[in-house]
């Protein structure tokens, strides 16, 4: 066990980042293995526009839950790999709408079967005793009502008030 194993909930943050880099280093090889040079922090983008044609970038941002200079970095990664395209909204033209390219399109018939045996994979190694993607629904639910630095500075206020 290393030390940030042993430091326990202190660096959950960092788990949780290594895991993710595992899950990400891991997938990009199987995309790989099905012949698709395919990026998994793409994932968010191609999968919302997969199932949501059309949306600003504002709107990405908040299906996605990420911020909006984030989510423009990942459109501009996928703009230039041609799988998606952006137009100006014809009613507010500071909007752009985005959208997947034909070639977003053919893209998403030939990952659909690798997400079906990433889904099979994903939920063998969530399914433990503790339910990996129930303990994070259930931890995001919580920062969704107070979030981390809220928390804190209570904390550190009541301590102070003490």
């Known amino acids: 066990m290393n030390i940030i194993d042993e430091s326990g909930i202190l660096a959950i943050s ?6 993710s880099e595992q899950l990400r280093k891991d997938g990009a090889l199987f995309y790989k293995s099905y012949g698709i040079d395919f990026e998994p922090k793409w994932f968010p983008v191609v ?18 839950g990420y911020t909006h200079p984030s989510t ?9 790999q041609k799988l998606i395209r952006s137009k100006k909204d014809k009613v507010d033209e500071r909007k752009r709408l985005i959208s997947l390219t034909p070639k977003g399109q053919e893209l998403i018939l030939k990952m659909k079967p690798v997400w079906d045996v990433m889904s099979s994979v994903l939920k063998e190694i969530a399914d433990n005793q503790n339910n990996l ?3 994070i629904n259930e931890a995001e639910n919580k920062l969704m009502h107070q ?3 809220q928390r804190a500075l209570q904390l550190k206020s009541e301590g102070e008030s003490d």
């Open 72 to 80: 423009i970095s990942l459109l501009k990664e996928l703009e230039k």
């Open 133 to 135: 993607l129930q303990a």
């Open 47 to 64: 999968y919302t526009l997969h199932h949501k044609e059309v949306l600003s970038v504002v709107e990405i941002a908040n299906e996605i």
């Open 147 to 149: 979030s981390f630095l």
């Open 14 to 19: 960092t788990r949780l980042q290594r895991l």
